[in-house]
C-alpha cells in the first residue's frame, strides 16, 4: 500500500516534538503554514527529500567523495615524485605546471586528471625516477650532476 508524502513526513516527525515540527514546517513554507496536512503535496515531496534523501542520491555522494580522497592520494604520490626528481621545486608550481602540459600522458593539469589518469601519470612518475637513476650511473650527464648535488648536499 503507497503511503503520500503527508503520511511518510507525519511518520518521519512522530518521535520530535509538535512545537519543533511546526517551526520546522513554518520555516520551510515561508511562514505559509506550520502544519504537516496544510502542505501542498509538492512542498511534502520536497521536505521529504530533505529528511530522506534517495538512497541512489548517497551512494552517488559518497562515490564521488572517496573518489576524490583517492585522487587527492594519487595528486600528492605525484606531486612527491616530481619534487624528488627536481620536476617540482617545493612551493612553486610554475615549472611543473609547464613540464605537465609539455610532457605528461595526458598533457593537462594535474587538477585536470581523473583518478584512472592519475594512475597511468604516476605510472609514468615512477618510470622517469628509475631512468633518472639509471642514467645517474653514467658520469657527466643531468641526473649525474643532479644526483651529484643531492650527495653533496649531505656533507
Avoid at 14 to 28: Q, Y
Wanted: charged share 30%; net charge neutral.
Amino acid at each position: 500500500m503507497m503511503t503520500t508524502p503527508h503520511e511518510q513526513l507525519k511518520e518521519l516527525f512522530a518521535d520530535r516534538k509538535p512545537m519543533d515540527v511546526a517551526i520546522e514546517i513554518s520555516g520551510f513554507t515561508g511562514f505559509r503554514t506550520s502544519k504537516i496536512d496544510d502542505l501542498s503535496t509538492e512542498e511534502a515531496i520536497n521536505l521529504l527529500a530533505i529528511h530522506k534523501p534517495l538512497p541512489k542520491d548517497i551512494e552517488a555522494r559518497n562515490n564521488a567523495l572517496l573518489e576524490e580522497i583517492l585522487c587527492k592520494e594519487w595528486r600528492s604520490k605525484i606531486l612527491a615524485v616530481a619534487e624528488q626528481e627536481g620536476i617540482k621545486e617545493s612551493g612553486d608550481f610554475q615549472k611543473f605546471n609547464n613540464w605537465m602540459l609539455q610532457y605528461s600522458v595526458c598533457k593537462k593539469h594535474l587538477n585536470s586528471y581523473d583518478l584512472s589518469e592519475l594512475k597511468t601519470l604516476l605510472t609514468q612518475m615512477q618510470t622517469l625516477k628509475y631512468n633518472n637513476a639509471k642514467s645517474a650511473e653514467k658520469p657527466m650527464n643531468e641526473a649525474w650532476w643532479r644526483k651529484g648535488q643531492k650527495l653533496k648536499n649531505l656533507n
